[in-house]
């Protein structure tokens, strides 16, 4: 069974500055429901259909799938909760580790946040100057619920 195990840090953007343009995500859920999430996404041409299961601690079941572009389009446009999330994500090594950084655009503007994968929740890992804090267990950054609550919402 595949598994997620994520750790999702804020970035302190007057540290960090991307290397790149990065890549724009476009994402929305069929289903954002608390013990399952159904998740399009098209990835710069790629389009993925993503299902989640509840997190436990930072780990997940996750499975993946990719997908016909246009069936994303048309998922995007007709059937998933609106607004939709649109990021660029940045890819970054630090301490032999893919550090992932999405700043997020509309309703979530503002919002820089760093993204870790692991192959184990005690795994070992180094931290980026640029992170301010983590916020793994803080369900108001999870994707889905800045559908509902977006970022411009909490000020």
């Not at 195990?5 to 500055?17: M, N, P, Q, S, Y």
């Not at 069929?30 to 989640?52: D, Q, Y």
């Not at 993204?115 to 929740?121: T, Y």
Request: glycine share 6%; charged share 30%.
């Amino acid at each position: 069974m595949a598994h997620e195990i994520e750790r999702k840090f804020l970035v302190d953007v007057d540290a960090w500055k991307p290397a790149g343009p990065g890549t724009l995500f476009r994402q929305g859920y069929l289903s954002s429901h608390k013990a399952r999430v159904v998740r399009v996404r098209v990835e710069g041409s790629e389009a993925k259909l993503t299902i989640k299961g509840a997190t436990e601690g930072i780990t997940r079941v996750e499975l993946e799938y990719p997908i016909p572009l246009a069936d994303a389009e048309l998922m995007l446009r007709t059937l998933c909760e609106q607004p939709l999330v649109e990021k660029t994500r940045h890819k970054e090594m630090h301490g032999g580790k893919l550090w992932e950084i999405d700043v997020f655009h509309g309703d979530n503007e503002g919002l820089v946040m760093a993204e870790l994968e692991l192959a184990a929740e005690d795994q070992e890992y180094e931290t980026p100057s640029w992170v301010v804090r983590e916020v793994s267990s803080d369900s108001r950054y999870y994707n889905s619920n800045l559908i509902s609550a977006p970022y411009k919402t909490w000020r």
